[in-house]
């Protein structure tokens, strides 16, 4: 499990595709703390470290996961977010997040609003129905409250330090983001279908 609260930005320093693909990312943390078998968000999406190094790790990539995220556009030199998985004792300052993407969503529009950047983003049909103003969703891994929904559409601010620490300042109009909805959204919707 995951907050959503970033806390490096990795660098993709190499990519080999044999079966899955393997992906070796640069990182700010300390990887002697760092088991085999641990998870790390990388972009939203939960992998596994299969191989660590002085100031890096590997992990494996699977077909699904690239079907179901953005990862298969990564390229060398590409700015990752990186969250480690939450230990007992973690303050959660985001919202639980599984690191399980649900789908794409595609950035539609960009604009300042005061000293934040507004981001108006179009979810998938079947996702955007668990999507609801003033709920959570995390996206490329970062936790971020939704202002508002319309359709399959829906707003976030992004504020500077949120634009420093992440690499939502790489993003564009037209990108696809890994969009996780949140659990208890998912859960509610079930239970409404259910009664």
Known sequence: MFTGIITDIGRVAKLTQ??????????????????????????????TVVET????FDVDVSGETLSKSNLGRWAQGARVNLERALKVGDELGGHI???HV????RVVAIAPEGD???LTLTAPPELARFIA???SVALNGASLTVNDVTGCEFGINLIPHTMQ?????????????NLEIDTLARYVARLAEAG
Request: overall charge negative; some cysteine; charged content about 20%.
């Open 116 to 118: 934040s950047t507004r």
């Open 133 to 135: 103003s003033k709920g």
């Open 53 to 56: 190094g002085a100031d890096w």
């Open 102 to 105: 649900d789908g794409l969503a």
């Open 18 to 47: 044999a079966g899955d693909l393997r992906v070796r990312m640069g990182t700010g943390y300390d990887t002697g703390g760092i088991d085999i078998g641990a998870s790390i968000a990388c972009d939203g999406v939960c992998l």
């Open 165 to 177: 620490v992440t690499t939502w300042g790489d993003v564009g109009v037209g990108d696809a983001v």
């Open 97 to 99: 997040v599984s690191g």
